[in-house]
């Protein structure tokens, strides 16, 4: 029986792992209607505590036409932070970029990037030192100059990242 429309995630999960999976997904539906809201996925204590919460939940509704996700399109999302060992069907770029394209348009403007950059450090940092970050980011990763970063713009950046280690999540034992 095949539970997702891409055959592929059947090859990055076992049975036993969907198992496990449904099991998780089941405890976290609340309203036992099959399928999460938004406010399920926010009870999750480590996701709650992520700065970027609200995007990472965010990459579960965005297929949804609905405000509710039900177990494939779940797994399909959790299958973009699992590691995968073809670099070009990685899907972590795509989903990384779309974490800082706040507004959809493909790609990531100055204003974007220091969105991202205060939901991450807070008032750790001025505002002064979080705007030469945002600007020293765009300056070194946009290989167009147009003062924005594109998506082949991040993903060039990112071949000198192990974007995979740093965006895996351990969602099984």
Same mark, same amino acid.
């Given at each position: 029986m095949v539970l997702f429309g891409d055959t592929r995630m059947l090859q990055i999960v076992t049975p036993n792992q969907i198992e496990r999976l449904y099991s998780r997904f089941t405890s976290l539906d609340r309203g036992d209607c099959g399928t999460l809201s938004r406010d399920d996925f926010l009870r999750i204590p480590e996701l709650a505590i992520n700065p970027l919460c609200e995007r990472i939940v965010h990459a579960f509704f965005e297929e949804s036409t609905e405000d509710r996700v039900n177990f494939r399109q779940f797994m399909n999302v959790l299958a973009h932070f699992?590691?995968? !060992? !073809?670099?070009?069907? !990685?899907?972590l770029n795509s989903l990384a970029f779309k974490m800082y394209d706040l507004d959809d348009d493909g790609v990531i403007s100055r204003d974007e990037l220091l969105s991202i950059?205060?939901?991450?450090?807070?008032? !750790?940092i001025s505002q002064d030192q979080l705007i030469s970050i945002a600007e020293r980011t765009i300056l070194e990763a946009d290989l167009c100059c147009q003062g924005k970063i594109s998506f082949e713009d991040f993903c060039k950046a990112l071949e000198r990242t192990d974007v995979e280690q740093k965006m895996s999540i351990r969602f099984l034992n």
């Open positions: 699992r590691p995968i !060992n !073809n670099k070009k069907e !990685n899907k950059l205060h939901m991450m450090v807070g008032a !750790n």
